[in-house]
């Protein structure tokens, strides 16, 4: 089920005017990331959206008519009412980095290191911010879009192993 106009009204009133949109009959919101925490935190202690459903990523390099390189995408729902949003926010090189929501769900721990791991997204005040599918050695993003698909990867960035050691 959508969010009820209720829910979308409620953070226009708090925030001021967030841009919003649907896809699918879901609706979605933008929100700046000076505004992102306390928009999080209303809409989990005010309107009740008590799940964190996943924090993923867009990479919108090459997109035509992208105005933003990446766009970090929260999904959730209320338990409840079954209500269900899109937060998204933008985001562009060289800063990459927006508070954690750990503190808001701690189900956010591994949905932003995940994210973190693959785009470079940086989650400040995560309490374990490192990688969590790559290896620590991995000095780039795989899922960014410059990220080279062909050749010899990232293989330098492994160490060797030796027969005793595998």
């Given at each position: 089920?959508?969010?009820?106009?209720?829910?979308?009204?409620?953070?226009?009133?708090?925030?001021?005017?967030?841009?919003?949109?649907?896809?699918?009959?879901?609706?979605?919101?933008?929100?700046?990331?000076d505004?992102?925490?306390?928009?999080?935190?209303?809409?989990?202690?005010?309107?009740?959206?008590?799940?964190?459903?996943?924090?993923?990523?867009?990479?919108?390099l090459?997109?035509?008519?992208?105005?933003?390189?990446?766009?970090?995408?929260?999904?959730?729902?209320?338990?409840?009412?079954?209500?269900?949003?899109?937060?998204?926010?933008?985001?562009?090189?060289?800063?990459?980095?927006?508070?954690?929501?750990y503190?808001?769900?701690?189900?956010?721990?591994?949905?932003?290191?995940?994210?973190?791991?693959?785009?470079?997204?940086?989650?400040?005040?995560?309490?374990?911010?490192?990688?969590?599918?790559?290896?620590?050695?991995?000095?780039?993003?795989?899922?960014?879009?410059?990220?080279?698909?062909?050749?010899?990867?990232?293989?330098?960035?492994?160490?060797?192993?030796?027969?005793?050691?595998?």
């Open positions: 089920m959508p969010a009820s106009p209720t829910t979308l009204a409620t953070l226009t009133t708090r925030f001021g005017p967030l841009p919003t949109s649907e896809f699918r009959g879901q609706p979605r919101v933008v929100v700046a990331r505004q992102l925490l306390g928009v999080m935190r209303a809409l989990k202690d005010d309107l009740r959206f008590d799940l964190l459903v996943d924090v993923t990523c867009v990479d919108y090459n997109y035509r008519d992208a105005a933003n390189r990446f766009g970090l995408v929260y999904l959730l729902a209320n338990t409840d009412t079954n209500e269900r949003l899109t937060v998204r926010v933008y985001l562009n090189e060289p800063n990459l980095t927006v508070p954690t929501m503190d808001v769900w701690k189900g956010a721990d591994w949905l932003e290191r995940e994210v973190f791991d693959m785009f470079g997204i940086v989650f400040e005040g995560h309490p374990d911010l490192r990688r969590i599918l790559m290896p620590e050695e991995f000095t780039a993003f795989p899922l960014r879009k410059d990220y080279p698909l062909q050749g010899r990867g990232e293989r330098h960035n492994f160490p060797v192993l030796t027969r005793s050691e595998a």
